[in-house]
């Protein structure tokens, strides 16, 4: 069974530094076309990807946020953390981590719960 | 403003059959798989439809799934009020320099 759950602060200022820590179980990092991403939704908006890395430490981001994201893995934790830079207030969302399978270049198929993250001085 | 177009909204009464459209472009639905999913209010997203057409353990078989050149279509019979949520379409993206993965709006789902 697939879990995933997303960890960390649930307000942050802006100019912070966000660092949000997925941990899941159910898989493996190291298995071949297996991906582990992260997805965000403002409150009652639409869903936004935002960064994916693969087994082979492939790394992926959206390119209107690239110059502010950073993915890493600990495949023998089985954690992978987001950091997002200079956070604003448009950045206040719920943000999802993800499963991606074997076929690699699909959208996810399991969801965390979610963590809302709040961005105010 | 989201990459794939989902009409805002959708409606229908209990027993009835109801349709949700998504569109996109060659780089994305066109060449791609179309994934379809449930947000049931304050929950997180759940995979519907995976594969154009594939329905996960566990989804009813009122749900199903389409996909015709660079639209794509997800039909729900035999309405229901738990049904009563948000429904996004999500497809891979080829689009150099675009993001992997993009969404459509969503579409608000109202059983009368």
């Known amino acids: 069974q697939i879990t995933l759950r997303e960890s960390g602060p649930t307000l942050v200022k802006p100019t912070q530094t966000l660092t949000l820590t997925c941990t899941f179980s159910?898989?493996?990092?190291?298995?071949?076309?297996?991906?582990v991403g992260w997805i965000r939704q403002p409150p009652g908006k639409a869903l936004e990807w935002l960064a994916l890395i693969y087994w082979n430490d492939d790394k992926r981001y959206s390119p209107s946020l690239k110059s502010r994201l950073t993915i890493t893995k600990d495949t023998s934790k089985n954690h992978v953390v987001l950091t997002m830079t200079n956070m604003d207030p448009m950045d206040t969302a719920t943000y999802y981590c993800t499963h991606t399978d074997e076929s690699s270049m699909v959208p996810p198929d399991y969801w965390g719960q979610g963590t809302l993250v709040t961005v105010s001085s | 403003q989201s990459v794939m177009t989902q009409p805002p909204s959708a409606s229908g009464t209990p027993g009835q059959r109801v349709t949700i459209s998504c569109s996109g472009s060659?780089?994305?639905?066109?060449?791609?798989?179309v994934y379809w999913y449930q947000q049931l209010p304050g929950t997180a997203p759940k995979l519907l439809i995976h594969?154009?057409?594939q329905r996960p353990s566990g989804v009813p078989d009122r749900f199903s799934g389409s996909k015709s050149g660079t639209s794509a279509s997800l039909a729900i019979s035999g309405l229901r009020s738990e049904d009563e949520a948000d429904y996004y379409c999500a497809s891979w993206d080829d689009t150099l320099g675009g993001p992997d993965v993009v969404f459509g709006g969503g579409t608000k789902l109202t059983v009368l």
């Open positions: 159910g898989f493996s990092l190291s298995t071949y076309g297996v991906g």
């Open positions: 594969r154009n057409n």
């Open positions: 060659d780089s994305n639905i066109g060449n791609n798989y």
